[in-house]
């Protein structure tokens, strides 16, 4: 048999059944589903009566408490004040971590003086510091913005001197050939490269300010998410505990998708693995 | 004669390297070039072509010997040199023009009125209507082509490349090749080329330098008779064939013996 005859003996396979996009992409429907196979689950553990309701609460009480809170806006109220505390906490740790890991990687001397004595703190657990934190910078807003910025500096500290040791040598002898000085060397070639790493550091300490805003306000506070969990654990409210938790989860997604956002437009130029990945 | 653009005299570098030895890279280097000559430097890997590039960019500084640019000591980089790298080394980041406008960021020059010039540098090169696109929407030749607007956009006197189109293909190689000869005698510009191309070498130059291996020294400077421009016909001429057998027979030599010099 000729090739022409074989082409008209075999017909195209017809693209058949689900549409082209859930072909490419079935996560969007199967995620959403185990997710709501998970609730029915827990679900029926929780009508079924093996697990008391103050242990595992159900889903439909979460789902209330959840609607309650939201409406009365009693969620909305602290949220805003823990969101307040971890975006400024964030916003000090970024500024700090940028300029403290330029002078780092830039200057021999304090490579080699300030920075071990950092990697030392580094290696303690700073959120064992938020009750000394709670006492030095009282009760309000202050102690739980100290907490989320000491804890969320040091990952932008640490990718901002990769990105900058990562420097490509080949971009910056072209600006060296052309005499550049070192501060033109940084701005034109060193901080634009090191910015994938940065935005590695940024997604890790969003993610880090939160939880030490929250850490903050469970040590000592008036408001807050933190101080409704703790108020509500106990009180045994078990299902407000549960809703502020998912109360603080859509913040967090919110805060990691903000960065992605952002991290796709000044990253135009990068490879695309480095474009959006964490 | 005309002073020299580039005197090159005894230049002699020894690297140290992490294990506390010393590699000599080159050993008593003497080379003239003079202005509106097109010079090439072949020679094996390693022999130390591109730290004699490296230092003539003024991107070492530590060496015995003197190298000067027109008459006066050279004293790190000049704004009368520009710089083909081996790889394109583009900011990703930047457009193909932004790219070529960055040597006119760094020294200063006014923005506006080199605009237009950057543009013509980019459709000299054969790259009109790119000016907008990124490197990485670029192919490796066309980087390369952008590479080389950007070392002529402050029209310095000397143009230093090294294996600039190592990286291409046959053709797209030939292609680059003719252009950068038409680009060298129309802007009247000073090139001092590095290649592992005898061919190369031999269509593109006024005088080829041959370099030995362990450590780097001319061992050879071979006149081209040919009258620049040249285009790709000359290949077929008998001064072109015998020209790259000789080149290629010192070489061999080189590498087989390492012979300590080579005879006139
Ligand atoms: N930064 C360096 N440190 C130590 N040795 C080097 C360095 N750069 C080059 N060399 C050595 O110097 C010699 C010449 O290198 P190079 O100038 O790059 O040669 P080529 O360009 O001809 O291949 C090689 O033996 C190489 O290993
Ligand atoms: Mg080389």
Not at chain 1, 252 to 261: C, E, M, R, S
Not at chain 2, 30 to 47: A, H, K, T, Y
Not at chain 2, 159 to 168: H, I, N, S
Request: net charge positive; hydrophobic share 50%; glycine share 8%.
């Amino acid at each position: 048999m000729t090739d022409a005859a074989l082409r008209i003996a075999i017909p195209e396979p017809r693209p058949r059944g689900a549409p082209l996009w859930l072909r490419r992409r079935p996560e969007l429907v199967l995620t959403p589903l185990v997710f709501l196979v998970l609730v029915a689950l827990w679900q029926a553990v929780a009508w079924s009566g093996v697990v008391s309701a103050f242990v595992l609460p159900a889903p439909s009480a979460i789902a209330a408490s959840l609607v309650a809170g939201l409406r009365s806006g009693l969620f909305l109220q602290h949220g805003l004040v823990t969101l307040a505390e971890a975006a400024a906490g964030f916003a000090i740790a970024v500024a700090a971590g940028l300029v403290v890991g330029t002078l780092i990687a830039e200057i021999r001397l304090l490579e080699r003086t300030v920075y071990p004595c950092l990697v030392a703190i580094q290696t303690m657990p700073k959120i064992a510091l938020a009750p000394l934190l709670v006492v030095w910078f009282g009760f309000g807003p202050g102690s739980k913005i100290a907490v989320a910025a000491i804890i969320s500096f040091f990952p932008m500290l640490v990718t901002t001197i990769a990105g900058l040791r990562d420097t490509d040598r080949g971009r910056l002898d072209v600006l060296l050939a052309l005499g550049a000085a070192p501060l033109r060397c940084l701005v034109s070639a060193k901080l634009p490269g090191a910015l994938p790493h940065v935005f590695s550091g940024l997604s890790i300490a969003a993610v880090f300010a939160l939880t030490g805003a929250i850490v903050g306000e469970f040590v000592g506070a008036s408001a807050g998410l933190g101080y409704l969990i703790v108020q509500a654990n106990a009180r045994l409210n078990i299902p407000q505990v549960f809703a502020l938790l998912l109360v603080l989860g859509g913040i967090g997604v919110l805060a990691y998708g903000t960065i992605q956002a952002l991290r796709r437009r000044l990253l135009f130029w990068a490879p695309k693995e480095e474009r959006s990945s964490p | 004669m005309a002073t020299p653009l580039i005197a090159v005299r005894d230049l002699t570098k020894i690297y140290p390297t992490a294990r506390g030895e010393q590699v000599q890279a080159l050993s008593r280097v003497n080379l003239d070039i003079r202005p509106g000559e097109f010079v090439s430097l072949v020679g094996p890997s390693g022999c130390g072509k591109t730290t004699v590039l490296r230092i003539l960019a003024g991107l070492i500084r530590d060496y015995a010997g003197s190298v000067s640019l027109r008459g006066q000591a050279m004293r790190g980089p000049s704004k009368d040199v520009g710089v083909v790298f081996q790889d394109a080394n583009l900011m990703p980041w930047r457009s193909a023009e932004a790219n070529v406008m960055l040597p006119v960021e760094v020294l200063g020059l006014d923005r506006k009125a080199m605009r237009p010039r950057a543009k013509e540098l980019l459709a000299m090169v054969g790259l009109e209507g790119f000016e907008r696109k990124l490197p990485n929407e670029l192919s490796g030749g066309m980087r390369q082509r952008v590479a080389i607007a950007r070392a002529l956009i402050h029209d310095p006197a000397l143009l230093l490349m090294d294996e600039p189109f190592g990286a291409l293909d046959a053709m797209t190689r030939d292609t680059m090749n003719v252009e950068l000869g038409r680009i060298a005698a129309r802007s009247n510009k000073t090139v001092f080329l590095i290649t592992h191309s005898i061919a190369e070498a031999v269509f593109l130059s006024d005088r080829v330098l041959v370099m030995s291996s362990r450590p780097g020294r001319i061992v050879e400077d071979i006149r081209i008779e040919l009258p620049r421009p040249r285009d790709l016909d000359i290949i077929a001429s008998p001064i072109f064939s015998s020209t790259v057998v000789r080149i290629r027979r010192l070489l061999d030599g080189e590498d087989a013996t390492a012979l300590p010099s080579i005879a006139h």
